[in-house]
């Protein structure tokens, strides 16, 4: 299988793939127009989404099909802070990843011992709270269905950022440590009590893993990281509306880590280009974005559960025994 | 001298209900450090409820547990776990997809502390705490002789000696109680006297132990305590020769006598 192939490459030479992609990722949007650009701005943003999703979903196991109310919530705080306090739009982004993180954590605090499809129905709910809220202009500041517009340019050592470009890069910034931060935190102390309880939630606490702090730790990460994104996409759109709580929208970011691979960086990266980047490029891909997604979805849930690009543990995990009377050649490792 | 120490574990008139059911009746006990005792009874007799309850699994409905004289019953398992009681499970309950290098580790999250701040930048005490999990781990893989699997998958590990890695993951929490649920269930003879020689060394090394276990002759081989349970009570408490000779027990496992 090809991508098999791909992926032991990628563990074979770590270095020159990341160092290749990183310049590729530099040198991307130069020959492009800034349609393109703006493309490929944009996925940035869902691979960073994407990837603050997989924290909850891949490698705690958790459900989140809300997320979109985090990138939100990160949105309406940076626009709201520039807006009525006139404070410079790069200042707010700590704040936007602090207020989505804080929702994160209060949301999720009473709702953690919900298991699987129950605490996919409260999340389903509480994207749709969210984004009721901003639609009836609560506390009159997020503008109602309109939303807001009229968000200043981030403006970085006077330098007006204005061209999709300067978008792009500044994204390239973020999401480079995005990445870098995450394989970080999967190899570490609390990405192993992630694992723990994601293989199984009793064993870990019966080894003193206080599994509801281990949670709530994902869904705060994700959250603020989602928030993260949001005051990116003001940033760049100057306009932002309560659409960017649709359920659609969180349905886009579970589908890119899902489809592309559960637990697996570059499975959503993957991901993001299937579901993001080919609706944008071609327009009539985009038009049938939603019957696409579904076919998608249920091809791949009957023919690769484990999703396109998966890491190997949660392979293991959807295909468990199946694989066992036929091992993996040991060559592909 | 001075008093005596007082018990590890003491159990006060422990209750236990399901709805209407009566699952433990006003069970009592104590376990002196050092000891290893044996939980039986008939199935159904509540033993694995008792063991719930002291591994926090269980809230008990009323009664008392105390742990090196602090109080225990309304803690939660993880809580449990870190004063100092770990557990096995009467299924085998491995993180089956981790290495059994990966399972082992798991018992040291608690005794560590390393943050995400230190994990981004990989800070010098990190990379100790990292390399400290990683020799510890080994070497409880090593004492249960299961060093050879370091990087095998829990689930492709041979069925007795996935029963040993539950134990040596229990062990990586450095518990001063090791609770065992029928370690002995689906092993055979040899494998059994290879199980009870490796509970005596772990006991020698300090380390006291309850044991819930059908296998009978396991139980008058290796336990110097018995409590027997039927019906949720406690029935009968001694010495193995005790426990033997008791007219309940007797009763309890065989039946009254047709009058």
Redesign the interface.
Known sequence: MRIAKIQASFRRYPYAWQIGLIILAILLPLPLGDYYRTVAWRTGVYIMLGLSLNIIVGYAGLFQLGHAAFYALGAYTAAIMNLKLGIPLLLTFPFSILIAAVFGYLITRPILHLRGDYLAIVTIAFGEVVRLALVNNIFGITGGANGLSGIDRPNLFGLELRQPIYHYYLMLVFLIFTIF?IR??E???????W??VR??E??????????TRVKL?AFI?GSGWAGLCGALYAAKLTVISPDLSRFLESVVMFSIVVLGGTGSIPGVVVGTLGMVTLPEMFRPLKDWRDAWMGIAMVVMMIARPEGLWPSR?VR??IRGDQE?ANPIPAANS | MSDPTPPLLQIHHLTKTFGGLMAVEDVSFDLTAGLILGLIGPNGAGKTTIFNMV?G?YQPTSGEIRFMEKKIGKL???QI??AGI??T?QTI??????TAL?NV???L????R???WD??I?SKS?RQ??SM?MTEAEYFLQVLGLAGYRNE?A??LPYGDQRKLEIA??LS?RPTLLTLDEPAAGLNEHETQDLIAMIRKIRDGGITILLIEHDMKMVMDLCEQIVVVDHGRKIAQGTPEEVQKDPFVIKAYLGEEEK
């Open positions: 931060a970080r935190l190899n570490s102390r609390l990405g192993r009590a694992m723990y293989e199984d009793a064993a870990a606490e019966a080894m003193g893993i206080d599994t730790m990460l543990r293991l995990e066992e | 591994t699994f939660s398992p993880h776990t870190q770990a557990r499970f309950r491995l993180f089956k997809n981790l990966e580790m798991a018992g999250h608690h005794r560590t390393m943050g995400i994990a981004l990989r990190q705490e990292e999990i998958l689930k492709n993951r229990a929490t």
